[in-house]
């Protein structure tokens, strides 16, 4: 439901960009207005900083992986650093381990072991 959502508002000529601000506000725990964005070189995804964090989002995406990530490689959420490698798929580091996932199907889908 919220993928279609989505789509609709992209279609509809809404800024996805107002969209990634909401979505790290609320993973970042930060007010929206200090959220600043970056749209990266392919169109398809988008570097959120504000208040000591960072993400990475993808286009059409509604979520970002930092729960699955923390969860998996034991690491608090505010402690990873996510880089997006194209595709669909982002890079996760922090607390001296590494991990990818890729958007498949609506989930996003751990591709290495920590």
């Not at 504000?50 to 699955?68: K, Q």
């Not at 669909?88 to 580091?93: E, K, Q, R």
């Not at 590494?98 to 751990?110: I, L, N, P």
């Amino acid at each position: 439901m919220k993928r279609a959502a989505l789509l609709a508002m992209v279609l509809s000529g809404c800024s996805y960009g107002s969209y990634v601000r909401s979505q790290a506000s609320q993973d970042f725990s930060c007010p929206r207005n200090e959220i600043q964005i970056e749209e990266l070189g392919d169109g398809g995804a988008f570097n959120a900083k504000g208040c000591g964090r960072a993400a990475t989002y993808l286009g059409g995406v509604s979520s970002s992986p930092i729960a699955r990530a923390s969860y998996d490689l034991r690491c608090p959420a505010a402690q990873l650093k996510m880089t997006y490698l194209g595709n669909l798929s982002i890079g996760v580091d922090g607390c001296g381990k590494r991990s990818t996932y890729s958007f498949v199907d609506g989930a996003w889908v751990g591709n290495s072991s920590p």
